[in-house]
Nanobody, 125 residues
Framework: QVQLLESGGNLVQAVASLRLSCAAS????????MGWFRQAPGKEREFVAA????????YYGDSVHGRFTVSAVRANNTLYLRMDDSRPDDTGTYYC??????????????????WGQGTQVTVST
């Protein structure tokens, strides 16, 4: 059983920076990728960013490309998301997710088998 625990969510003003962390625990945890998704009230869950453990490539959603940076430390199964130039539209609950079974996929929520409880990010004007 894999457990994912997010931290770092906060209330910040627009253009401020924020760093989210996701710590994973569990036996024989070797995901193909881990990623961040977010969900705002009344909206569908949206892909934010992902890190591939296969080739260390990173992937970003269009709305955050150039502003957010995803990184990971394989040794301790930790995923990070640095948010720069934050905007009110970035407000939402940010979820960490792991994909252990599907190589080559990173942005589809239904192909992620483990999810954290989420951490709230609020960006004010």
């Amino acid at each position: 059983q894999v457990q994912l625990l997010e931290s770092g969510g906060n209330l910040v003003q627009a253009v401020a920076s924020l760093r989210l962390s996701c710590a994973a625990s569990g036996r024989t945890f070797r995901p193909y990728s881990m990623g961040w998704f977010r969900q705002a009230p009344g909206k569908e869950r949206e892909f934010v960013a992902a890190f591939s453990f296969t080739d260390s490539r990173t992937y970003y959603g269009d709305s955050v490309h150039g502003r957010f940076t995803v990184s990971a430390v394989r040794a301790n199964n930790t995923l990070y998301l640095r948010m720069d130039d934050s905007r009110p539209d970035d407000t939402g609950t940010y979820y960490c997710a792991a994909n252990q079974y599907y190589a080559g996929t990173y942005n589809q929520p239904h192909l992620h088998d483990s999810w954290g409880q989420g951490t709230q990010v609020t960006v004010s004007t």
